[in-house]
C-alpha cells in the first residue's frame, strides 16, 4: 500500500518534516491509463492530493517510456524524429525532456552532493549556437582529468567574431544594438567553474587541486582576482590550444566531451540543419545527455583495463550502489524542486527556465508543478 512521503504543498511544514500520521485517504478515482489512483488530504495544509502527485507523470494524460525518450536523445535525434517515432505532438516531446531534465538535475545533485574528489580538474569552453550564428554562445564543461567525470556547465552569452562579408557585418551590428550582452559574461561563467572547484575541494580530503585550463586571458583574470586564501587551494596550469589533443594532452577530458557532445547531441552535430532554437531547451538536453555521460555510459569500452565497464561517476569515486538506486526511480519517482537544494547555481537557474534566448522577448514557458 502507498504511504505518501510527504506533503507535496512547498508552502506546508509537511513538506520539508512530516511528523506522524499527517494525512488521511479521501477515495479513489480512475483515468483512461490507471484503473485505480488511490486519493489523500493533508491534515494541516488541506491540499488534495494522490499518488500520481509523486509520479514522474504528474498533470499528463497518458504514459511515454522515457527509456525511448534518452536512447533516441544521446544518438543525435531531434524533436520531430522523437514525436514521429512516438506518434505525438513536438510539445508532447519537449514537456517530457523537460520532465527527464528535472530528474537528471536533481538525480545528479544528490549523487554528488557528498562525493570525495580523488583526481585534478579540467575545465574549457564549448562553443555553440541558439536560432543563429550571429548569437553563438560558450558553455564552460569542468570535468575530471583521469575519469572524464562532467561536474558542470555553464552558460554565456558571446556576440559574434571572426571573418564576415560586408553584408554580414552591418546584419550583426543590427543585432549587437538589440541583443544587450554582457561583456564580461565569459569572466563571470569562470568564476561560477572556480566556485564549483573551491567547493569540490571543500567537501573532500585534499588541501589543493590542480586546475587545467587553455590560455584564454578571461581565465588568468579570474585567477589573479581570487582572495589568498582560496588561490592557494588551486594550482592554475595553462595548457595550449594548439597542443595534440591526444591522451597525453591534461586536456583530455574537455576535448573528449567536446567531441562527444558533437556526435551525439542533435543541436550541436549538424549546425545547418538540426541547432537549438530555445536555449533552455538546448540546456536541457545537453543536462540529460550529462547525467547519461557520468552514469550510464561505459568509461571504457573495448581492451583489457580493469575499468572496462565501469561508469564514469563510478571510476570518480561514487559508490556504484547508490547510482543503481537512483538509476531505478529516475523514470518514476517525480523530484520536488524545493527538497532538492543542493543543485547548484546553473541547475536551478535551469529548472526553474529563467536562462532567456536571444532576442526573445517573451518568457519561456514554466508549469506550476515546477515550483513543488
Given at each position: 500500500?502507498?504511504?505518501?512521503?510527504?506533503?507535496?504543498?512547498p508552502?506546508?511544514?509537511n513538506?520539508f518534516s512530516?511528523?506522524?500520521?499527517?494525512?488521511?485517504?479521501?477515495?479513489?478515482?480512475?483515468?483512461?491509463?490507471?484503473?485505480?489512483?488511490?486519493?489523500?488530504?493533508?491534515?494541516?495544509?488541506?491540499?488534495?492530493?494522490?499518488?500520481?502527485?509523486?509520479s514522474?507523470?504528474?498533470?499528463?494524460h497518458f504514459?511515454l517510456?522515457?527509456?525511448?525518450?534518452?536512447?533516441h536523445?544521446?544518438t543525435?535525434?531531434?524533436?520531430?524524429?522523437?514525436?514521429r517515432?512516438?506518434?505525438?505532438?513536438c510539445s508532447?516531446?519537449?514537456?517530457r525532456?523537460?520532465?527527464?531534465?528535472?530528474?537528471?538535475?536533481a538525480?545528479?545533485?544528490?549523487?554528488?552532493?557528498d562525493m570525495?574528489?580523488?583526481e585534478?580538474?579540467?575545465?574549457?569552453?564549448?562553443?555553440?549556437?541558439?536560432?543563429?550564428q550571429?548569437l553563438?554562445?560558450?558553455?564552460h564543461?569542468l570535468?575530471?582529468?583521469?575519469?572524464q567525470f562532467?561536474?558542470l556547465?555553464?552558460?554565456?552569452?558571446?556576440?559574434r567574431?571572426?571573418?564576415?562579408?560586408?553584408y554580414?557585418?552591418?546584419?550583426?551590428?543590427?543585432?549587437?544594438?538589440k541583443?544587450?550582452?554582457?561583456?564580461?559574461?565569459?569572466?563571470?561563467?569562470f568564476q561560477n567553474?572556480v566556485?564549483?572547484?573551491?567547493?569540490?575541494?571543500?567537501?573532500?580530503?585534499?588541501?589543493?587541486?590542480?586546475?587545467?585550463?587553455?590560455?584564454?586571458?578571461?581565465?588568468?583574470?579570474?585567477?589573479?582576482?581570487?582572495p589568498?586564501?582560496?588561490a592557494?587551494m588551486?594550482?592554475h596550469?595553462?595548457?595550449?590550444?594548439k597542443?595534440?589533443r591526444?591522451l597525453?594532452?591534461?586536456?583530455?577530458?574537455?576535448?573528449y566531451l567536446?567531441?562527444?557532445?558533437?556526435?551525439?547531441?542533435?543541436?550541436?552535430?549538424?549546425?545547418t540543419v538540426?541547432f537549438?532554437?530555445s536555449?533552455?531547451?538546448?540546456l536541457?538536453?545537453l543536462?540529460?545527455?550529462?547525467?547519461?555521460?557520468?552514469f550510464?555510459?561505459?568509461?571504457?569500452v573495448?581492451?583489457?583495463?580493469?575499468?572496462?565497464g565501469?561508469?564514469h561517476?563510478?571510476?570518480a569515486?561514487?559508490?556504484?550502489?547508490?547510482?543503481?538506486?537512483?538509476?531505478?526511480?529516475l523514470?518514476t519517482?517525480r523530484r520536488?524542486?524545493?527538497?532538492?537544494?543542493?543543485?547548484?547555481?546553473?541547475g536551478?537557474?535551469?529548472?526553474v527556465?529563467?536562462?532567456?534566448?536571444?532576442?526573445?522577448?517573451?518568457?519561456d514557458?514554466l508549469?506550476s508543478?515546477?515550483?513543488?
Open positions: 500500500m502507498f504511504h505518501p512521503p510527504f506533503c507535496p504543498n508552502h506546508c511544514l513538506h512530516p511528523k506522524g500520521h499527517w494525512f488521511f485517504r479521501t477515495g479513489s478515482y480512475s483515468t483512461q491509463t490507471s484503473p485505480r489512483i488511490q486519493k489523500f488530504k493533508c491534515k494541516t495544509c488541506h491540499l488534495s492530493f494522490s499518488t500520481r502527485t509523486f514522474i507523470d504528474y498533470w499528463t504514459h517510456p522515457y527509456t525511448t525518450i534518452l536512447s536523445l544521446v543525435s535525434s531531434g524533436i520531430r524524429d522523437l514525436s517515432i512516438l506518434k505525438v505532438s508532447t516531446v519537449s514537456d525532456i523537460r520532465r527527464l531534465s528535472h530528474q537528471c538535475i538525480s545528479s545533485a544528490s549523487l554528488t552532493s570525495n574528489l580523488h585534478d580538474l579540467v575545465a574549457d569552453g564549448f562553443e555553440s549556437f541558439v536560432c543563429s550571429y553563438p554562445n560558450n558553455i564543461i570535468a575530471g582529468k583521469d575519469s562532467w561536474f556547465s555553464d552558460y554565456a552569452q558571446l556576440t567574431k571572426g571573418r564576415m562579408t560586408c554580414q557585418k552591418k546584419k550583426n551590428r543590427v543585432i549587437k544594438e541583443l544587450k550582452v554582457y561583456r564580461g559574461s565569459v569572466y563571470q561563467s567553474v566556485a564549483k572547484t573551491l567547493a569540490l575541494i571543500e567537501q573532500s580530503e585534499r588541501d589543493r587541486v590542480k586546475l587545467y585550463t587553455d590560455e584564454h586571458t578571461q581565465y588568468k583574470r579570474v585567477m589573479k582576482g581570487l589568498a586564501e582560496m592557494g588551486i594550482e596550469h595553462r595548457i595550449s590550444s597542443r595534440v591526444d597525453c594532452n591534461p586536456l583530455f577530458s574537455v576535448n567536446d567531441r562527444e557532445i558533437r556526435k551525439d547531441d542533435s543541436d550541436h552535430v549538424r549546425q538540426q537549438a532554437r536555449t533552455v531547451n538546448m536541457e538536453r543536462e540529460i545527455y550529462r547525467y547519461y555521460h557520468n550510464m555510459k561505459p568509461y571504457r573495448g581492451g583489457k583495463d580493469e575499468k572496462r565501469l561508469t561517476g563510478v571510476v569515486g561514487i559508490e556504484g550502489k547508490r547510482i543503481a538506486s537512483e538509476l531505478r526511480s523514470y519517482r520536488f524542486f524545493l527538497r532538492n537544494q543542493p543543485m547548484n547555481r546553473s536551478r537557474e535551469l529548472w527556465r529563467c536562462i532567456p534566448t536571444p532576442l526573445r522577448w517573451m518568457i514557458y508549469p508543478y515546477a515550483w513543488a
